[in-house]
């Protein structure tokens, strides 16, 4: 059974404090993804990973950056925290058959 | 880049009744299509998928059609059910970076 997991599932932070967001799997997948969703938006893609230290961004990457030294973890970080990024972030990963495997996501709240 | 719209944004059914939920894609090169449930406070999960050599797939009281030609794909709900009532997502995928509709709130009345 897959599994993803994240770091935190509620997470209050601070406007311009620096805010890191973790994920790890278990199944040796190539690709990683960080979403972040919002009533009405859907899921945006943040960044994703194919392989360790390799990163691309996505359709919203302003204001976060990404960090995958080893396969299995996937690190999103907010340099300095806002408001407009509180929001629900999901974490996901794949191998090359496509199907991504979502974490149970961690709900963010800047203050 | 790939833009999905997904239509309705909310469907309400009454126990039983068939629901359908439509998605279409721009970029040609898409060629796979999965669709995502996610039920209130859990993650998504995969229910059904699709890949571009396929028009059709059932998978019990769930289907997905394709119609690359048009770039539209759906899927269909028999028989619903009250446990079916949660958001689902359509997306799509040139390669492995997946785009996602909006999604759609389904409710099913007992």
């Known amino acids: 059974d897959v599994k993803v997991t994240q770091s935190s599932r509620y997470l209050v932070k601070r406007t311009g404090e620096k805010v890191f967001l973790e994920c790890v799997q278990d199944?040796?997948?190539?690709?990683m993804f960080w979403y972040r969703q919002d009533p009405g938006l859907g899921l945006r893609l943040i960044y994703f990973?194919?392989?360790?230290?390799?990163?691309e961004k996505g359709d919203i990457p302003e204001g976060y950056s990404v960090s995958r030294e080893k396969k299995e973890r996937f690190s999103l970080i907010l340099e300095s925290a806002s408001t407009n990024q509180t929001s629900m972030y999901l974490c996901a990963s794949s191998s090359l058959g496509y199907e991504q495997y979502f974490g149970p996501g961690t709900r963010l709240t800047v203050t | 880049g790939e833009n999905v719209e997904q239509h309705p944004s909310t469907l309400s059914v009454q126990e039983g009744d068939s629901a359908v939920i439509k998605c279409t894609y721009s970029?040609?090169?898409?060629?796979?299509f999965p669709w995502y449930k996610q039920e209130l406070g859990k993650r998504p999960q995969l229910i059904i998928d699709?890949?571009?050599?396929?028009g059709e797939k059932k998978d019990q009281r769930i289907a997905v059609t394709l119609n690359k030609t048009a770039k539209h794909f759906s899927l269909h709900i028999t028989e619903t059910q009250p446990e079916d009532s949660a958001v689902y997502f359509c997306a799509a995928s040139s390669n492995y970076k997946l785009t996602f509709g909006k999604g759609t709130l389904l409710t099913v009345n007992p």
């Open positions: 199944m040796d997948h190539e690709n």
């Open positions: 970029d040609s090169a898409s060629n796979y």
């Open positions: 990973s194919y392989d360790v230290k390799m990163k």
């Open positions: 699709i890949r571009s050599n396929v």
